[in-house]
């Protein structure tokens, strides 16, 4: 016992068993099933599971991709919000088991950065077992990787704001010289100025 993922299914083996129990009170009739694939994910499609079953897919004969799909269910009034007020479809692509060994690394970085309550479960079923969570990385060791990326990217905005800031305070400088060029024309202009009423005072005189 240890993490899905892979061939290890837990849902989709438990899906597949309530189905085909609730076919079975149907006794030999012919089943239709309505299978919600969207349109940009037709290589989802499967063959039927038995003579009797007709797959339907009605999300690809509208034209409704995921996305369409998700729009839809937002004007309807359905949300995916977590108790912190994350939207769970704002950080990830897919909302799906949180314990899934075929999470990608995008995945795992949402669920660390943006949900935190579900990283510790994480840490927790780890502490369980051996098997690491994905081929060659425990839970351990990738919240070491991300902390890492966290460091990383913190001190990639700090020397952007420093670099912002150096741009700003050359931007000062030059505007400081500008104004010394400006006072240094007035001084000139008011030197002429007295120069100029002394030379007339001393006509006046003579």
Not at 139 to 164: D, S
Not at 178 to 197: F, G, N, P, Y
């Amino acid at each position: 016992y240890s993490w899905c993922g892979g061939v290890c299914r837990w849902m989709t083996t438990i899906k597949i068993d309530a189905i085909n129990r609730f076919y079975r009170q149907f006794d030999k009739e012919v089943i239709v099933e309505y299978v919600g694939i969207a349109s940009d994910e037709r290589e989802r499609i499967q063959f039927d599971r038995s003579d009797r079953t007709i797959k339907v897919y009605p999300l690809i004969m509208l034209g409704m991709s995921e996305n369409d799909c998700l729009v839809k269910c937002y004007k309807s009034g359905f949300t995916w919000t977590e108790a912190n007020g994350i939207d769970l479809y704002d950080v990830l692509d897919r909302v799906s088991c949180y314990c899934c060994g075929n999470k990608n690394m995008k995945e795992l970085r949402a669920i660390y950065r943006h949900l935190p309550e579900y990283w510790q479960k994480l840490k927790d079923m780890q502490a369980r077992t051996k098997k690491k969570f994905k081929k060659d990385q425990s839970i351990g060791q990738l919240e070491l990787k991300f902390e890492k990326e966290e460091i990383e990217r913190e001190i990639i905005n700090i020397q952007t704001m420093i670099e912002e800031h150096q741009v700003e305070i050359a931007n000062l400088e030059k505007n400081i010289e500008t104004l010394r060029e400006q006072i240094a024309v007035h001084e000139d202009k008011m030197k002429s100025l007295q120069e100029l009423s002394k030379n007339q005072e001393q006509r006046s005189n003579g």
